[in-house]
């Protein structure tokens, strides 16, 4: 996955980063999230999927393209769909959106490229 490169006037800017405290909020709210559903995302049941991670149509792109370029198996898919829904969890989003998912398929390249 390509990432475009970050403007310089974006990395000098004197824009502020989100406090510990602010992170901490947004993580409690998140669980709130979670425990509403009755599952933290990790412990989805496969058969929950679906219910609980709806994607877009360009999330759904987006995934079907990771999971034929990568190969991934059926876990290595739903493993990806939880993490994206964290991710969108944390954003407030209430769908998953392509670029929940292309945050979560990159996590997934990251951690394979660390071990190999």
């Known amino acids: 996955m390509e990432v475009p490169a970050v403007p310089y006037q974006e990395l ?23 425990q509403a559903r009755g599952y933290d995302n990790a412990r989805i049941p496969s058969r929950l999927i679906r219910k609980y991670c709806g994607l877009d149509d360009a999330g759904e792109r987006t995934l079907e ?28 989003s209430e769908n998953i959106s392509a670029k929940h998912v292309a ?14």
């Open 65 to 92: 393209m990771a999971v034929r370029h990568m190969g991934l198996s059926a876990r290595a898919h739903d493993r990806i769909l939880k993490v994206a829904r964290t991710i969108a969890d944390l954003g407030g």
């Open 103 to 116: 945050e979560a398929v990159q996590y997934r390249s990251m951690d394979r490229n660390y071990w190999n």
């Open 12 to 34: 000098r800017g004197n824009r502020s980063s989100e406090s510990s405290a602010e992170i901490r909020i947004r993580v409690e709210r998140t669980r709130l999230v979670q």
